[in-house]
């Protein structure tokens, strides 16, 4: 399965962005799609994660600004943030996995790339 991320960028506190990640290969196998981010000198961190079946999980700092979505297909994930903030800004990782339980942050099988997002105050 490949990955890769689009959507990143420079935005003003407030702004919105959406990311986007489309899935290749073996697709048929993926159940969780998650996003992580990673900023300097901190730890990746799990930010959205969705199933097959829509089942959605969030972490706490991005619920009511971050929407995950997926398409009808199950090969591209969405994430949309409104409301960013300096503190939002990291490299983005797309992630899936088989098993639909890694939307809880138990890692991934496969990754992409990552996408800078910056968010200037």
């Known amino acids: 399965v490949q990955l890769v991320e689009s959507g990143g960028g420079l935005v003003q506190a407030g702004g919105s962005l959406r990311l986007s990640c489309t899935a290749s290969?073996?697709?048929?196998?993926?159940?969780?799609m998650t996003w992580y981010r990673q900023a300097p000198g901190k730890r990746r961190e799990l930010v959205a994660g969705?199933?097959?079946?829509?089942?959605?999980n969030y972490a706490d700092s991005v619920k009511g600004r971050f929407t995950i979505s997926r398409d009808n297909a199950k090969t591209t994930v969405y994430l949309q943030m409104n409301n960013l903030k300096p503190e939002d800004t990291a490299v983005y990782y797309c992630?899936?996995?088989?098993?639909?339980?890694?939307?809880?942050?138990?890692?991934?099988?496969?990754w992409g790339k990552g996408t800078q997002v910056t968010v200037s105050s």
């Open positions: 992630a899936a996995d088989p098993a639909a339980a890694a939307i809880f942050d138990l890692g991934a099988d496969y």
């Open positions: 290969g073996s697709v048929s196998e993926i159940d969780a």
């Open positions: 969705i199933t097959n079946f829509g089942r959605t």
